[in-house]
């Protein structure tokens, strides 16, 4: 069992920068894929980003690839997703999860473990 705490979310102008962190309960952090979804009103929950176990492969949406930086911490049992030049398509509810699977999957279906979001406001 995995319980998954997201902070750092707010308001920004486009153009800013945001720290998502996600906090993970348990002793085995280390050996689950983690994700980084979002939500906008009336849409579907997308994959923004996702990393492998040790870190070694990270794996971006193209909307947000040289923007978007995801990491993790094994010793402190947290992820985080470094976003920067934000633009108001960007505003969401941003989820993390977490699952024990062959690699980052795409598809929300495939993880187990989810946060209850942290929210993103860009304003133009």
């Known amino acids: 069992q995995v319980q998954l705490v997201e902070s750092g979310g707010g308001a920004v102008q486009a153009g800013g920068s945001l720290r998502l962190s996600c906090a993970a309960s348990?002793?085995?952090?280390?050996?689950?894929?983690m994700g980084w979804f979002r939500q906008a009103p009336g849409k579907e929950r997308e994959f923004v980003a996702g990393?492998?176990?040790?870190?070694?492969?990270?794996y971006y949406t193209d909307s947000v690839k040289g923007r978007f930086t995801i990491s993790r911490d094994n010793i402190q049992n947290t992820v985080y997703l470094q976003m920067n030049n934000l633009t108001p398509e960007d505003s969401a509810v941003y989820y993390c999860?977490?699952?024990?699977?062959?690699?980052?999957?795409?598809?929300?279906?495939?993880?187990?473990?989810w946060g209850r979001g942290t929210q993103v406001t860009v304003s133009s």
């Open positions: 990393i492998t176990e040790v870190g070694g492969g990270t």
């Open positions: 999860a977490a699952a024990r699977m062959s690699g980052v999957s795409h598809d929300k279906n495939r993880y187990d473990y």
């Open positions: 348990g002793r085995t952090f280390s050996s689950y894929i």
